[in-house]
């Protein structure tokens, strides 16, 4: 049998999470996405990347399967395929990983299986910024959301988000710099760049991507799952959601309902602006794009919308989709309220909520209930929405 060459990459693919946060009964990287596993899906792009050596770290007694989906995704490279068993750390986990590369290995490059959509493009600049010299190298993003400093619930400052960037894997690095530094650790780092930047070495920063998105939450493997539903070439995808919402009157200062203010009307309660007409929207557009729900991605756990207005929430709504590859068709939204009065400002409501869209259609209309129920008897707002996304 001829032994094919030792590469001068070696990639560790971090795959012994626990994936407690997924809350999918299983070891995350063994999750299934559409059919095939996280990990799967992760080796596909590192076997699309340039030649390596691959080490998979997995969960103690999944190596089997580990090393199975492994070769499957090697193809005629399932030479160059090890796993081992991984650490009660991720740092233990990747120190595994760096005692089963091969001796011809001059760059490593550390990979989490939970980045399972990460392009070969990805590591292949994070290669040619180490092999062009740098101790290391790491995939960044721009910071696009506006960030604050909180204390609990309460919002104590803001960040400058210019000189921030969200790090992504894979990360890589001289392997002569690597292992010493994972030789001289005295504590855990949140990740290798910080272990490496702590042994005094410079990180160099290069572009990522934004389907290197990590699958945390089940929001995240919903949009992993969208992406990844596909359509027949040349037919674009459609989808429709439904989304609702109520809020009663009662909350403090202003009422703010389909992204206007409405001087002289009680204002409606909730953890942001109580905008029940914008959150209706929210939630169709998750829905459609299966995304999840506004509690997912707006709730009380996310203490920066405390007070925020239908700009916020539809800005991010429309980045969330637009990182998932959909892009809005049209929304349709109906009141259900005695008050305020829409026929006056209809015009103004839907410009309003279209350009937080994108510019995208939207319409609304409005209607009262004769005096039944919540709204009839002036209690609150309740608004339905209908939107329709199509692939971008």
Request: proline share 5%; no cysteine; net charge negative.
């Amino acid at each position: 049998m001829t032994i094919a060459p030792v590469p001068r990459v070696g990639i560790i693919v971090v795959a012994a999470g626990s994936g407690t946060r997924l809350g999918a009964g299983a070891p995350k990287g063994f999750v299934d996405l559409d059919g095939r596993s996280v990990l799967r899906h992760a080796l596909d792009g590192v076997f699309a990347a340039p030649p390596a050596q691959v080490v998979v770290v997995a969960p103690a007694g999944r190596e089997g399967d580990a090393l199975r989906q492994a070769q499957e995704a090697a193809g005629d490279r399932s030479e160059l395929v090890t796993v081992v068993a991984g650490g009660a750390t991720r740092q233990a986990s990747v120190a595994a990983g760096l005692a089963a590369l091969r001796s011809g290995v001059e760059i490593v490059l550390v990979h989490d299986a939970a980045r399972a959509l990460t392009p070969p493009e990805v590591f292949e600049r994070v290669i040619a910024a180490v092999a062009s010299g740098s101790a290391g190298a790491v995939p960044v993003l721009p910071v696009v959301d506006t960030v604050k400093r909180v204390d609990g619930s309460r919002i104590i400052g803001a960040v400058d988000r210019s000189e921030l960037a969200a790090a992504q894997t894979p990360q890589g690095f001289r392997r002569d710099v690597l292992e010493p530094a994972y030789g001289a650790a005295t504590g855990e780092f949140t990740d290798d760049a910080a272990l490496i930047a702590d042994a005094g070495h410079a990180v160099t920063a290069v572009p990522g991507h934004p389907l290197a998105f990590k699958i945390t939450t089940p929001a995240d493997l919903d949009r992993a799952r969208s992406l990844l539903s596909g359509q027949p070439a040349g037919a674009p995808a459609v989808r429709i959601g439904l989304g609702t919402d109520v809020h009663g009157f009662g909350g403090g200062g202003a009422l703010w309902l389909a992204g206007l203010e409405w001087p002289g009307e009680p204002a409606l309660a909730g953890h942001s602006d109580g905008d029940a007409v914008a959150h209706a929207i929210v939630d169709a557009l998750l829905a459609a794009a299966g995304l999840g729900d506004i509690g997912t991605h707006f709730g009380t756990d996310h203490p920066e919308y405390a007070g925020a207005h239908a700009d916020d929430f539809l800005a991010r709504t429309l980045a969330l989709l637009g990182d998932a590859g959909w892009r809005v068709g049209n929304v349709s939204v109906q009141v259900q309220a005695n008050r305020p009065r829409f026929a006056g400002r209809r015009a103004e409501a839907e410009a309003a909520l279209s350009a937080a869209l994108g510019g995208a259609a939207v319409s609304v209309s409005a209607t009262t209930t004769d005096g039944l129920g919540f709204t009839g008897r002036t209690e609150g707002v309740a608004a339905f929405a209908v939107a329709l996304v199509t692939r971008a």
